[in-house]
């Protein structure tokens, strides 16, 4: 049966989940971010576009290299919910 703790909990676990997915390609584009500000400090290159391209070119590696880790880890949560789905109907 489904009680405000088991629903606390699926929610505290898809919370952390989406936490820990998504905080890689936060990282990877935060540092990318502040290396790029740093350069146009240090040239006085004042163009909003310049990081565009190395933060795309960054999110684009850290998924093809960690999109395998986040996919399993994703799929592993879904199944753990289907397999629940008996406990908490009855």
Known sequence: MMTPESVMTLGQQALTLAVVVSAPIL???????????????????????????????GLVLVLVILGPWMISLMVDYIHRLYEGIPAMVG
């Open 27 to 57: 990282l990877v584009a935060l540092g990318i971010g502040l290396i790029i500000s740093i350069f146009q400090a240090a040239t006085q290159i004042n163009e909003m576009t310049l990081s565009f391209i190395p933060k795309m070119l």
